[in-house]
């Protein structure tokens, strides 16, 4: 017979399973519906309220609405006609009861379309903070960072490494 303190520990373990795998299919569905034209279920992601900060010098989408209204915007519709793909890879998530933390790498791959080859246009640190609603995950705020020589996306990934790990590391 399990004792009760195992059975506890291992319904914990199970569930954090369940919320990793949830959190990773979320994120990872967000490109394929951007990609697919398919802006509400991509923005469906979101809270009503969330941030989606693209760019350290422009203004965040706001809510599902926010980020629905940039993706049927001409560039980006006229981005996904000549062909592109959003490619996130596998998240690194850090969990925290009902909320989470997961670091991404985006990559945006184009169509050369002179050559008929596909080319990484742009690549950028992403941190995903997210919340449980209802039994459900959902993004409180995306925070895009390109990895440049600016150094921004670096300082997201290093900054957001250094708070989940409680540490001052260089």
């Known amino acids: 017979m399990v004792a009760t303190d195992d059975l506890a520990a291992l319904e914990a373990r199970l569930r954090a399973v ?4 949830a959190i990773r299919r979320l994120i990872l569905s967000y490109g394929p519906a951007a990609d697919a034209g398919l802006a509400t279920l991509a923005a469906s992601v979101w809270q009503e309220d969330g941030l989606y900060d693209w760019d350290a010098n422009g203004a965040p989408h706001v809510g599902q609405a926010g980020v629905e209204a940039m993706l049927l915007t001409d560039p980006h519709q006229t981005l996904t006609k000549e062909g592109v793909g959003h490619v996130a890879t ?17 990559q945006i791959i184009r169509l050369d379309a002179e050559s008929g080859r596909f080319y990484l246009w742009r690549l950028s640190a992403v941190r995903w903070d997210l919340v449980r609603e209802g039994g459900s995950w959902a993004v409180k705020r995306r925070t895009n960072r390109l990895l440049d020589n600016t150094a921004a996306g670096r300082e997201l990934f290093g900054a957001t490494l250094k708070e989940l790990r409680g540490v001052d590391a260089r």
Request: hydrophobic letters at 40%; glycine letters at 4%.
């Open 18 to 21: 369940e919320d990793e795998l």
């Open 90 to 106: 596998p998240p690194l998530i850090e969990l925290d009861g009902d909320e989470a933390i997961a670091l991404t790498y985006s």
